[in-house]
């Protein structure tokens, strides 16, 4: 097409608004082609681009093929394409396809049946309103450890919308050992909250479950909201501890429950708790040594939450 307008210009008949109604071509690009007097485009000015359009669909599909390699860092992903470039030319080019390096969510680790069950969750209390769930007792036990570190941060390469892609999950599961805290509430009221007492080698079950929350503190905290809620409705999760012997003191205590599909804390709020005390216990108490410490810390913290925060 540049030959030709370059031959309708040479020709001398036309003028530039004539020739861009012939040929289509815009004014400004016949107007160049007259005074350069050739029908090439001008040279590009500049180094050119280390990558083409090629090597970015590669980087695509290559971040995108596994699990593995949306957590690759940039250095990694260079090695793995040969590719001649820099850290941040790489990075460049992938938020040029949409990517960003961003920490992934953390969620539990969740089987086939697991998302089944989280399913019929759902849809059996989805219209429930708050005060539907004001009624609930939730409770729930954590595990505290001295020395305990931050978890370290997860980054994956993913695009807008792609949070929860499976690809993109820091999948985790609950931790195990150290010693056991349990603690319970309910819309605007804190519950009680305390260590499990142990013997040395001795580990929690059932009977210990039993005799130190179900048929003390909980039962005390149940018949306390029914002042205010007639049938206050208890959460607890599908821990083997819940079950044994606990399956008969429940049935005898005629409370109300409600089924918590397993593999889901969470679904459970008090998991906020839980996560705000370990975070203090990372930025301002993980030199404690001292088991007998740590449990006065976690104790003072959970005494001093309010009602209404």
């Known amino acids: 097409m540049r030959i030709r307008v370059l031959a309708l210009i040479e020709g001398g008949r036309h003028t530039i608004r004539e020739i861009t109604t012939i040929t289509g071509v815009p004014k400004s690009t016949v107007h160049d082609i007259k005074t350069r007097a050739v029908a090439t485009t001008k040279p590009k000015l500049g180094r050119p681009k280390k990558l083409s359009t090629y090597d970015k669909r590669r980087i695509g599909r290559y971040i995108t093929k596994s699990r593995e390699n949306r957590r690759e860092s940039p250095e990694s992903i260079i090695k793995a394409l040969h590719l001649n470039v820099c850290p941040n030319t790489l990075m460049s080019a992938i938020r040029e396809l949409g990517y960003t390096r961003s920490v992934a969510r953390r969620r539990p680790l969740l089987k086939e049946l697991d998302f089944k069950r989280r399913l019929k969750f759902a849809r059996k209390y989805k219209n429930w309103t708050v005060e539907d769930w004001r009624k609930v007792i939730f409770t729930d036990e954590m595990s505290i450890k001295v020395g305990q570190e931050r978890a370290s941060l997860v980054f994956v390469w993913r695009k807008k919308g792609e949070e929860y892609h499976k690809d993109c999950i820091n999948e985790r599961k609950r931790s195990t050992g150290g010693m056991m805290f349990w603690g319970a509430f309910r819309g605007g009221k804190m519950g ?95 030199h404690i040594t001292s088991q007998t410490e740590m449990r006065r810390v976690v104790q003072e913290m959970w005494d001093n939450f309010m009602d209404t925060k």
Not at 205 to 215: E, G, M, P, W
Not at 249 to 275: C, F, G, M, V
């Open 192 to 286: 009680p909250g305390l260590f499990f007492k142990l013997e040395q080698g001795q580990k929690i079950n059932s009977t210990v479950y039993r005799d130190q929350i179900l048929l003390g503190p909980l039962k005390t905290f149940v018949e306390e909201s029914r002042s205010g809620i007639p049938d206050p409705i208890v959460m607890e999760d599908n821990a083997p501890v819940h079950k044994g012997v606990c399956n008969e003191a429940r049935k005898k205590l005629n409370w109300s429950t409600y089924e918590h599909p397993p593999n889901s804390p969470d679904l459970n709020p008090i998991e906020h708790i839980w996560a705000y005390i370990k975070d203090q216990i990372t930025r301002y108490y993980s």
